[in-house]
């Protein structure tokens, strides 16, 4: 994913928290290119804190490097956040995944899918609040 295209979701989704008058929402510029760890967007709401990655892509496989992982969840430990991974592939809505849900390759990193999104993820909604469905799996 392109930085310009990593921007521009992240800005979609800071925006879709914003619209739901439940959550409040910030986006930290830089993450990922600062030698501190930092998620790409901090939500509050309802009680609860998330961090979380936003990852895209064009129906295919989104490789996470486990070094990324790691900073995510030291941040959100520290910060007293959930550290959740934010999916969205095209023509797909967003799905949110805790780093347990993610597929884990040979190499020792994680990735994340559409099959995979869809049959552990949570929803916009779900995340908020707002329904819950069932998972299988």
């Known amino acids: 994913m392109g930085k310009r295209k990593g921007s521009r979701v992240e800005r979609e989704l800071f925006h879709l928290f914003h619209s739901t008058k439940t959550h409040t929402c910030a986006r930290i510029a830089g993450s990922g290119s600062t030698p501190k760890p930092a998620p790409d967007l901090l939500v509050g709401g309802r009680g609860r804190v998330l961090a979380i990655e936003c990852k895209s892509g ?56 559409p ?20 998972k299988f799996g």
């Open 58 to 113: 064009k129906g295919k496989r989104r490789d996470i490097k486990k070094k990324q992982i790691e900073e995510l969840q030291e941040f959100s430990k520290l910060f007293g956040a959930e550290p959740w991974i934010a999916a969205r592939f095209d023509n797909m809505p967003w799905y949110f995944l805790k780093v347990k849900q993610l597929g884990v390759s040979k190499g020792n990193n994680y990735f994340i899918n």
């Open 115 to 134: 099959k995979l999104a869809i049959k552990k993820g949570l929803r916009f909604e779900e995340i908020i609040g707002k329904y819950r469905q069932k």
